[in-house]
Structures are given as structure tokens and as C-alpha cells.
């Protein structure tokens, strides 16, 4: 059989003039206006939408469960087989003799910001501590909830919410988007990571729609760890002092406080977008990444360390014994009070963070591609899925273990597990520090937490742009950027004051499922083209872009 050189032009038609130069109008148009839509039905009539989105998510999670969990598992496995095979391992994401733009340490700074910093100060606490009380060890009675046995099992769950697959859903779109973009010339957006199935078809309304369904997800999926990350930002801004106005009589942020605690993290953020890759993002990333190693230490000062580390010992070698066997399981309600609660239980931790990851993964995706050009497949896989995965393993177990550790010895009784997932950190460093050092210590988590969200959401504001103008790196379009900037704002403020993180949770869900077909469809073009690219290095047929 001859082999032909693979596809290395994928025209996207982009406008020359206007307020669109530059931009695929047939992508950033139809986004606006279905991003636009969701913000005026969930102001306008938010009774109206939280009931159809409850009903639509709902049906989702009961209909797709089973395929969640399987596509993630796919994912998990390419890419950890990619990297381990000699042949592929070795492949440079780009051209034999590209460098990477950025050190370890930035690279490695502006991933672990973008993929999953917000979402480490909330949930390194309060997942742990969900889990000690009550996971499917509990439900089946193989351990107690809230008992020193329990504590294992507790990370064991906590880490397949945070650990390799969650990664590998990020790492999947990355590499996929890294190998047709830096190896093949293709664009940089998502419709290139399915050529070698559709080819030059994917320079019409098949790649349009494919586009606009990731600048979607994204929108959503960045809501959801922004909400989380509001809600947490208001907290600490309450527990520094500044008034009782942002936190209404339920002890949730109040409508102001989630105003203005937007205006500033949008705001900051429009401007960090506006300076690009290289400048604000990179900057703030390697701030935050400082700021995380400096409160990290503190725990391992001040906190229940010797727990922790017990903890991480235990916890992950029962992860990874217990891995293949979690990356399958699917429980279906039954009628039995235990297969019911089994389901329950899944369909509102697993299944929701699978369609969380996954609609996550077209922003980070794309960003891990723009700053990962010039590496090989196994540094990328090791510094996109087992090093982060790694450092997210240790917040955890110090972290949550000093929570759990508190809790265990009767010092905290029930003031960290009565307190809201956005709250618990905060509690957890008055019970250890007096007032003063606690209010500093709280000070910087602000500080922190700003970064991480001001990174996020600009990093976001800029992959959306990218898609929207064809792949194109470094689109001009000021306008844009400030119109997304305002767009997530709404979407998150919008959403929080209507229903909740119930309301962005519900919509995220919905948003991710049309992506997991497309990421699932990213595999099949991956291996092929893999597969293919072998067959054309050992025939002498040209596998990679040369530029003229």
C-alpha cells in the first residue's frame, strides 16, 4: 500500500476587514450568540431555566454515566500508552529541531494554574473530608465514615476525582492539538485534531460546529471552577475584614459580594489577556505557583504532617492498586438501597467530574498545546498527567489529612465539617494559628486565590479567541477579549445568583457531553495518524510540516 504525505493545510476561511478580521465569523458569531442566549434565559427566567436544566441534567446522567466513565478511561490510557511505547515516546510535539518557548518551571507553573489551581484550595480540604464521612467503602460497609479506617479509602476516591484521569482529559486535546498543529502546520484549534478522519472537510460547517461546541464547553466548564473559586474569594475576603455586606444571612456570598468580587477577577483578568501569553499569564502563573509552594510549606510546618504523609503513603498505593478496577466500575441503580445510593453517589461525584474535566478540557487543551511546542510525547505526558497529578496528591494529604487529622483528635469537633466547602480552609488556619497570624495567613490564601482565578479566567479568555480566529496564536481583536471577559463574568455571576453552583453545575454537565463524543473521536485520528506517521518515517514518506 503507498502512503501519502498526511494533510498539512486546513484552510479556515477568516475575515480580512471589519470588527471580525481576522476571526472565523461563521465560529465566533454562533458562540456569542449561544453564550449571550444562556446568560439573558438564566436573567430573564430563571425559574424557567433552572427547571430545564435540572430535567436535561438529570437525563444526562442517568443515560451517559456508563459512557463517561469508559471515555475517560480511553483517555487515561492513550495518552500513559503513548508515552511509554520507545517509537512515540520519543515523537517531538513539532518539528525534530524545535525548542520548547518556556522553561520546566513556567511551563509546569502555567499548566498546574490553568488546569487546576482554584479548584486545589477549595476542594484539597473539603473533598477529603467529604470522602472520611462518607464514599462507596462506607455505603457497601467495608469501612466506617468519620473513623481512622475510613481514612484511606477517603483518598483513595479523592484521588480519582484529582489524580490521572482528571488529567488525562486535559493531556488528551493537548497532545492531539500539539501533533497536528506543530507536526503537521495544521491551525491550532480543536477541528485539527480530527483530519485524519475527515480531512478538508473539516474546512466547512462540520469544523465550524465542531469549534463552536468547544468554545461552548469551555465557556461552562470555566464557569464551574470560577464559581467555586468566587464563592471561596468572598469567603476569605469576609474573614479578613471587609464587612459583613459580602456574605448574606445563609453564610453564602451575598449578590454584591459575587458583583464585586467578579468585576475585580474579570476585570484583572481582561487586562492580563490583553498583555498576552508571554507577559501577564506567564508572570501571574510562576506568582501563584510561589504563593502555593509558600502555603504548602506552612501546612508542612504547622499542620498534621506526619498524618499526611501517612496518609499519602497509604492513600496512593491503594490508588494505584485500586485504579484499574475504578477506571471501569459502573453502578446502575438497582432498587436495592445499596445499589441506589452506589449510583447516587457516583452520578454526583464521578460522573460529575468526568463532565467537569471534560469540559475543561478544550481551554486547557489548547493552552497546554500553545506553550508545550518542542517537547517530546513522554515529557509532555509526564509533565501534563503524573507531575501535577503527583502535586495534587500531596495538597491533598497535607492539607486535607491536617483537616481530618483535627477533626480525628476531637481539636475542631464539627467546625470544619459544618463549614462550607468555600469556608473550611479558612476555619482550618483560625483553629491552628491565633487571630493575628491566622488573619495573615487568610490574607495570602486571597491573594492566591486571586492569581489562580485571574490566570484562569484570562487564560480561558484567550484559547476562546484562539478557536474563534483559526488557530491563530496571538489574534488581534482587543474588543474581543474584553466581550469574553464580560461574557464569563456574566455566565458565572449570572448563574450563581439564579440557582447556585447548582445552576453552573447543571449547565456544565450539558455543555461537556457534546464534547466527549468529539474528544472521543480525537483518539481514533491520534492513533491513526500515530500508527500512520511510523509506517511513512520507515518508507521514506515525508510525516511532518516543512516550512518553506
Not at 445510593?341 to 469540559?359: D, K, N, T
Amino acid at each position: 500500500m503507498a502512503y501519502k504525505p498526511p494533510l498539512m493545510d486546513l484552510h479556515i476561511a477568516t475575515t480580512r476587514r471589519g470588527f471580525y478580521s481576522g476571526f472565523t465569523r461563521s465560529v465566533a458569531i454562533p458562540s456569542k450568540i449561544l453564550v449571550s442566549a444562556l446568560i439573558v434565559w438564566a436573567i430573564t427566567v430563571p425559574e424557567n431555566a433552572a427547571s430545564v436544566l435540572n430535567a436535561l441534567n438529570g437525563a444526562m446522567l442517568s443515560s451517559f454515566a456508563s459512557w463517561y466513565i469508559w471515555v475517560v478511561a480511553l483517555f487515561l490510557l492513550l495518552c500513559i500508552g503513548l508515552a511509554l511505547v520507545p517509537s512515540t515516546g520519543r515523537l517531538v510535539l513539532g518539528l525534530p529541531d524545535d525548542k520548547p518557548e518556556f522553561s520546566r518551571f513556567s511551563w509546569f507553573s502555567m499548566m498546574f494554574g490553568a488546569g487546576i489551581g482554584i479548584g486545589m484550595l477549595t476542594f484539597a480540604t473539603a473533598e477529603p473530608m467529604y470522602h472520611f464521612a462518607n464514599n462507596p467503602n462506607v455505603i457497601t460497609g467495608e469501612t466506617t465514615g468519620s473513623a481512622s479506617s475510613n481514612v484511606t479509602s477517603a483518598y483513595v476516591w479523592s484521588f480519582l476525582h484529582w489524580g490521572f484521569s482528571a488529567w488525562a482529559c486535559y493531556a488528551l486535546v493537548g497532545l492531539s492539538l500539539a501533533y497536528f498543529s506543530y507536526r503537521r502546520g495544521l491551525p491550532l484549534t480543536v477541528r485539527s485534531g480530527l483530519t485524519p478522519l475527515f480531512g478538508k472537510h473539516l474546512s466547512g460547517i462540520g469544523g465550524h460546529v465542531v469549534d463552536i461546541v468547544a468554545v461552548v464547553a469551555t465557556i461552562l466548564g470555566v464557569a464551574q471552577t470560577l464559581g467555586f473559586g468566587v464563592e471561596q474569594f468572598v469567603a476569605g475576603l469576609s474573614r479578613i475584614g471587609f464587612g459583613d455586606w459580602i456574605i448574606s444571612e445563609n453564610g453564602k456570598p451575598s449578590a454584591m459580594g459575587i458583583v464585586v468580587a467578579l468585576i475585580v477577577i474579570l476585570g484583572a483578568s481582561t487586562l492580563s489577556a490583553l498583555s498576552g501569553v508571554g507577559k501577564g499569564i506567564k508572570w501571574l502563573s510562576n506568582l501563584n505557583m510561589g504563593l502555593s509552594f509558600f502555603l504548602l510549606a506552612f501546612f508542612i510546618l504547622f499542620g498534621s504532617t506526619f498524618f499526611g504523609l501517612g496518609s499519602l503513603v497509604s492513600g496512593l498505593s491503594a490508588y494505584l492498586v485500586e485504579l484499574p478496577r475504578m477506571l471501569f466500575t459502573v453502578w446502575h441503580a438497582d432498587g436495592t438501597e445499596t445499589g441506589d445510593a452506589l449510583a447516587a453517589w457516583q452520578g454526583g461525584w464521578s460522573v460529575f467530574y468526568w463532565a467537569w474535566w471534560i469540559a475543561f478540557a478544550p481551554f486547557v487543551g489548547v493552552f497546554l498545546a500553545r506553550i508545550s511546542r518542542g517537547r517530546s510525547i513522554r515529557e509532555y505526558v509526564l509533565g501534563a498527567i503524573v507531575i501535577p497529578s503527583l502535586m495534587c496528591f500531596v495538597w491533598f494529604t497535607i492539607v486535607g489529612g491536617t483537616a481530618i487529622d483535627l477533626t480525628l483528635n476531637a481539636t475542631a469537633g464539627d467546625a470544619i465539617s459544618g463549614a462550607g466547602q468555600e469556608s473550611q480552609l479558612f476555619v482550618m488556619l483560625d483553629l491552628i494559628l491565633a487571630d493575628g497570624l491566622a488573619w495573615g495567613m487568610a490574607a495570602i490564601v486571597v491573594v492566591l486565590l486571586l492569581t489562580y482565578l485571574v490566570t484562569t479566567a484570562d487564560s480561558a479568555i484567550l484559547i476562546v479567541n484562539t478557536i474563534n480566529a483559526a488557530g491563530e496564536e496571538n489574534p488581534k481583536g482587543r474588543a474581543h477579549i474584553v466581550f469574553w471577559g464580560v461574557a464569563l463574568s456574566l455566565v458565572v455571576g449570572g448563574l450563581l445568583l439564579v440557582g447556585g453552583l447548582n445552576a453552573i453545575k447543571t449547565a456544565m454537565v450539558i455543555g461537556a457531553l457534546p464534547f466527549s463524543f468529539v474528544m472521543f473521536l480525537m483518539c481514533i485520528a491520534l492513533i491513526k495518524a500515530v500508527i500512520r506517521d511510523a509506517i511513512r518515517d520507515k518508507n521514506g514518506v515525508q510525516s511532518f510540516y516543512v516550512a518553506e
